[in-house]
């Protein structure tokens, strides 16, 4: 019998695997099921840091959080690990009374728009999906990024809302190939025909909302001709849609892709209240699905209270003395590298990092941290109610666990025993007791002058996040006039880069897509913040093609984003 852990990349998906000299997939887990992915395959054979200096560099952090005032002292934790331990460094540093960042580069404007709705984030229990027949993916590239749940579910069928064909897409039975930003609009109509058709769930309006009026009323705002034009669709498919779904166990999984946006509360919002329409919680079967927080129902033994904090996406670094970095690999992963870049060169920046990352190059002292291997660490999960331990499985010297470095900086933290044991038994578990429709919306959707892109910006199936990712591709559709090889330069508001060309036939016309990870793609998005839930809006802003062989057209008024 080998040693049992769990994956610590921060996926839908939160594998199993067993340790027996090297890694397997759990042959009985519900998720990884006798498979290991790509990712989990190059963490664990990815050159991780030493260093011999570990004890004085941990010195030099103490002196200079000695010296420096606590709210000068910013910590920034990413998701490079998502093992629960991980937060007790935040924890550490808001006892100190330093700032924290808050807020989110994910899921966060998304997620205010459910909360606004129905109370918290919570995902039906992951029964509910193996028991539904008909799964609409909606802004959710659900073979990539969760291939685990996609292989549970494969044999369903699937409608597809998304820009591109993805390869989930290209398996569903309707695709509908929406125009970026435009899901609220779509959803919203989709609410008014559903009611025309009389597809609404009476009982569950009855019991659990109050003000489904305001919503019907808030659909039949819009005209129908000119929904469909601004939607870029016809009526077809929203017919085909309506009549797939009636009578069926019906799931949305909702990805991040709708809500990076400045609005993003407001579309995802709309599209829970499409799903509340057709009475898609509090059953057996179906639901609606999101990212959700996989902490709820727990009691947080992490719970010092922050005194200042400022939102993730909009951190001005220059601002701080000294910037402690926990897992963030913030040059590439958070909007606006040239303001991140400045700001990290203007402050004393210590980066906690398994691997030599890009922010390494700003960073005064990088400190190795210990792998997953080396630690004892609980991994929750995003689809599942799931908690899977993560014992120890070998020493790592001369690297310090967040643990360690934790209990370094303060004599008051207890055994790790101490801490894990409140993951190792969920609380209490939500549910929706009552359910508030939006009753407003007000969505600003560009429109694109010649040479100009909405930007789409993806995860890819290469890399996760940052991590092993080091291209600098564009895609663009083989009708946009460029060739492969390419070297083209973008440009928005925020800044320009460059970018090699290749073509993709899976998009629309009107997209350019870039992945996360890319080297170059963050020079071009804003650090602006979503209107509620402080998230970063990565595809705010539509792109444009620069240099001689463009022409200019657009007159621009750069107001709105100039601090920024
Ligand atoms: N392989 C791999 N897996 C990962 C990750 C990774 O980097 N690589 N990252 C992990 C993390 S941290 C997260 S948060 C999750 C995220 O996983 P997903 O929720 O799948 O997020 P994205 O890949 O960012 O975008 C999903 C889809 O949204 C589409 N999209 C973009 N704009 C719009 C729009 O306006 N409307 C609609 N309807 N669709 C749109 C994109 O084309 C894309 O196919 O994945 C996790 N899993
Ligand atoms: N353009 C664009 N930008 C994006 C996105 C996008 O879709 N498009 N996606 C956003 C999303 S959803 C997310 S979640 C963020 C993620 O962005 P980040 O929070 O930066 O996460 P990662 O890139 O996964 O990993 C960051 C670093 O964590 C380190 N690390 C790994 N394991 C450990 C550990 O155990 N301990 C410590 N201390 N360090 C560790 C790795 O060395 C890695 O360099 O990026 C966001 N940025
Ligand atoms: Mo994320």
Request: aromatic letters at 10%; a negative charge.
């Amino acid at each position: 019998m080998g040693m049992i852990s769990a994956c610590p990349l921060d996926c839908y998906d939160a594998c199993e695997v067993v340790f027996e000299g090297n890694f397997k997939a759990s042959e009985n887990h519900i998720l990884s099921n006798g498979k290991l992915c790509a990712n989990f395959g190059r963490l664990i054979s990815a050159k991780t840091l030493r260093d011999e200096n570990l004890a004085e560099k941990l010195e030099i952090l103490k002196s200079k959080i000695l010296s420096t005032k606590p709210e000068k002292i910013l910590y920034f934790g990413g998701s490079g690990n998502v093992g629960v331990m991980n937060s007790i460094l935040q924890n550490t540093f808001a006892k100190l009374g330093a700032t924290i960042a808050t807020g989110s580069l994910c899921d966060g404007a998304g997620a205010s728009g459910i909360e606004a709705g129905r109370g918290a984030v919570i995902n039906p229990p992951f029964s509910n999906l193996l028991a539904s027949d008909l799964i609409v993916v909606w802004g959710r590239n659900l073979s990539v990024t969760s291939p685990h749940i996609y292989d549970k579910i494969k044999d369903k069928t699937f409608i597809t809302i998304d820009p591109r064909k993805t390869p989930i897409a290209q398996k569903s039975i309707l695709h509908i190939q929406i125009k970026p930003k435009t899901d609220y609009l779509l959803a919203l109509i989709l609410a008014r025909f559903a009611f025309m058709e009389g597809l609404e769930d009476v009982s569950f309006l009855e019991k659990y909302t109050e003000n489904w009026q305001d919503f019907f009323e808030l659909s039949r705002n819009f005209k129908i001709k000119p929904a469909l034009e601004e939607l870029d669709l016809s009526l077809d498919n929203l017919g085909d849609f309506l009549h797939l779904v009636r009578g069926k166990k019906v799931a949305f999984l909702v990805g991040i892709g709708v809500q990076k946006y400045f609005e993003g509360d407001d579309i995802l919002r709309c599209i829970d209240g499409l799903a509340a329409i057709l009475g898609l919680f509090n059953k057996d079967a179906g639901g609606v699905w999101y990212l959700s927080d996989s902490k709820n129902g727990f009691e947080n033994p992490f719970d010092a209270k922050f005194f200042k904090t400022v939102p993730k996406p909009s951190v001005d670094f220059g601002k701080f003395d000294l910037v402690f970095l926990n897992g963030a690999n913030v040059a590439k992963s958070m909007p606006n590298s040239t303001k991140v870049i400045d700001g990290l060169k203007q402050s004393f920046v210590v980066n906690l990092t398994t691997m030599e990352n890009e922010t390494c190059k700003y960073s005064d002292v990088v400190l190795p941290a210990k792998t997953f291997l080396a630690k004892n660490d609980i991994r929750l999960s995003y689809a599942t109610d799931e908690i899977i331990k993560m014992p120890k499985i070998k020493d790592e010297p001369n690297a310090i666990s967040e643990f360690e470095l934790a209990k370094f900086l303060d004599d008051s933290v207890e055994n790790e025993e101490f801490y894990l044991q409140y993951f190792e038994k969920r609380v209490q578990k939500k549910s929706i007791e009552k359910f508030t429709f939006i009753d407003e919306v007000e969505v600003e959707i560009q429109k694109l002058a010649k040479n100009e892109f909405y930007l789409i910006t993806p995860k890819t199936k290469n890399g996760l996040n940052s991590q092993f990712v080091d291209t600098n591709i564009v895609y663009f559709h083989p009708d946009c006039g460029l060739e492969d090889g390419d070297e083209v330069e973008l440009g928005t508001k925020i800044g320009s880069a460059k970018f090699n060309v290749q073509t993709c036939d899976k998009l629309r016309t009107d997209c350019a897509v870039i992945y996360a990870g890319t080297k170059n793609v963050n020079h071009l998005t804003t650090s602006m913040i979503s209107k509620n839930g402080d998230c970063a809006i990565f595809q705010e802003l539509k792109v444009k093609l620069l240099g001689e062989n463009f022409e200019d057209e657009s007159e621009e008024d750069f107001d709105l984003y100039d601090s920024f």
